[in-house]
């Protein structure tokens, strides 16, 4: 064998020798990494998310938010398309530019957007917000400077070269309420976040917003499965009628305005059912604008008064205090009180409203001249086991359980309590000392417009869930009176609101009601010359359709609920008997009576 | 053990023959290997397809949702009641004043209830007793009726 043909074969050899080696050898590895992962799970985990996220893009499908919608079907609370813009950290050449066109268009801060534009790309850093909820208006004017400034800039070379590249936006659904600032206080808002405050946003918010889910998404088109189904928010059917509610702000506004008031509140609660039909306050705010929320609602302002704000009802509470009196035997209508103009309950003298001596007077005289040391002394007469357990039958310093978030409870001092005094319990006759709720109130005495029965205050009416409507069903919260004991309170308030001509008194229907006035108290007692003037009134007598609850807080053109108060029940109640097709009470007697005789 | 010699080289192919043989054989696994990856390549991208298809019509079906809650929130807008004041004032209607609404006795009229925008949970079931015979009888169901009918109205017309 030649020289050459031996070392051609040795070279043979070697290079077969290493392919050899290095197949034995890799294997070697291959089990040794085997053996490595099956022993060390979390090394498994890190190495299987790895190759999840080489193969698949992470996706979150966010369900459409439920819709709101007055009784009617009219949308209170609807979505609309709304984006995000960012940037593409990697892609982005000229930050200062992304920066300054966002600012002027968009309205974001210069320097929180270069900051954000400018950060360095890296692992953990690939895309940046720069802002969220940016109409479509606005997203098409920053397509069309996008478009301009890559026809102009596109071919030049350079630093410094104008540059939107990197500036991306991506559509997702945002709320939006198309009647503006109606129903404001019941309906809430949603933050950027998609998160609930205040109203039937936050007291839903689980229920209306549905159940996000992350998916990861192959990227081989191979493998496209079909997206799990999220199903949609909840759409929620509400109680509110859109043209009472907006026919009662409108009145509430106008009565803030003459009589100069802090505030106004107006409820309608259909007393048969306990359904509220309107729930008007004051401020509003444009549910479109919520980043305005702390200039139209300053420190604590309530967002909804009728449900958030306790406060010292007055003589509006006489109503109970009567229903209970009547109610356990300790008067009558016919009852007749001497008034003096002073009466001495726990060691405090208690006086009329004008200070005055009212003379011989009967239950419905004490009524209607809503005379202070009659009330009291009702009270006397039914004991304060009496009163306070009707108190507590009333709901009176309990929340009533209505569907709208953050509602006070208001406080009832009770016999046994470190602050109740025997005083209160003559305090308490004519709403002083006691604090509650306009809906607390309103809730209470619709038990006197319905036969005795409360019912459970309501607002929504049902729930839309995956293509199926579920009626809420009404509940009876209690029924604290006889049926006899209100039909008598109903005549003996009506009775009285004709006797002293009321400003409340609504041409061609008979309506029950009685006025509150009370002194707001202070750190130091009843210092201040300020006020809360009430109503609260309800009709037809014979058969209630609606209870009616005003509230002025602190009026300056008059203090007495009687002359800001009693105009506003009248007006609303005009305004409600059209809206609500209710004739009359005489051509509804008529109608009835033509019925009765085709029967 | 020339005789045995001479019959196999007789017997024996060519070598350019076995050559053939073994080009013929190779090319028939390269033609098969090369069908099958075709096959596999037109399915594979058949399948590429229609996945790139489904995950448009994913994006689709988002964007359209997505449209149709901006259309229904659109709509709101349109008929909001201060618009709709707007459009009624712009028209001449104005708020009727309560003295002159007539009331009508209108039998049957029920009070206007709370708006219905889906079915109640609440299943239905079509009754069987409303389901007609045509339905739910045979063809000799049918006929034995029919001949019975017949049957009783001879036995009737007889005097």
Known sequence: MSRAATLKDQERTWRYSFVGVMLAVLPFFIFLQVVRIQIDPKLLENVRAKIEISQHAQHMIVPARGQLYDRRGNLLAGNRTVYEVGVELRDVVNAQTIAQTVSAILGVDYQDALARASLTSSENAVYSVLVDNVPQEEIDKLAVVKEQMDALYAKTKGENVPSLIGLVYYPHLGRIYPESSLASNILGFVSRERKGYFGIEERFDGLLSGTSKTILVPLDPNRAEDLPKVPDGASLVLTIDREIQRAMEEIIDRAVAGSGSDSGTLVVVDPRTGEVLALATTPRMDLNEFWKYSQVFPKDTPFNRAVSQAYEPGSVFKVLTMATGLDVGAVTPDTVFVDTGAIE??????????????????????????????????????????????????????????????????????????????????????????????????????????????????????VISEGYQHQIERRVIGVPLKPETAKTLTHMLARSLEVESSDALVTGYRVAGKTGTAEVPTPFGYTSNATNASFVGWGPVDSPRFLVYVWLEKPTTSPWGSVVAAPVFREAVESLVVLLNLPPDDVRRQLNSSIDGQN | MDQLEHITRAYSQAPWRKQWQIIGLVSLILVLIAMIAGVYLSISAQATAVGRDIQSMQATTIAVDRENEDLQSHLALILSSSEMEERARSLGFVPVPPEQIVYLNVPGYEERQSIILAPSNERSVVGARYMPPEFTESIFEWLFVHARLWYSSMIEVQP
Request: proline residues 3%; negative net charge; aromatic residues 10%.
């Open chain 1, 345 to 462: 309950i726990g060691g405090t003298v208690i006086y009329n409203w004008n200070q005055g001596a009212w003379g011989p007077q009967d239950m419905t005289g004490c009524l209607q001249h809503s005379l202070n040391v009659c009330l009291a002394w009702i009270n006397t007469q039914t004991g304060a086991n009496n009163f306070y357990r009707y108190m507590q039958s009333f709901g009176i310093g309990h929340v009533t359980g209505i569907d709208l978030a953050g509602e006070a409870s208001g406080r009832l001092k009770m016999p046994g309590d470190n602050d109740w005094y025997a005083a209160d319990l003559g305090t308490n006759a004519f709403g002083q000392g006691v604090a509650a709720t306009p809906i607390q109130m309103a809730v209470a005495i619709s038990a006197v417009a319905n036969k005795g029965v409360m019912m459970a205050p309501q607002i929504v009416n049902s």
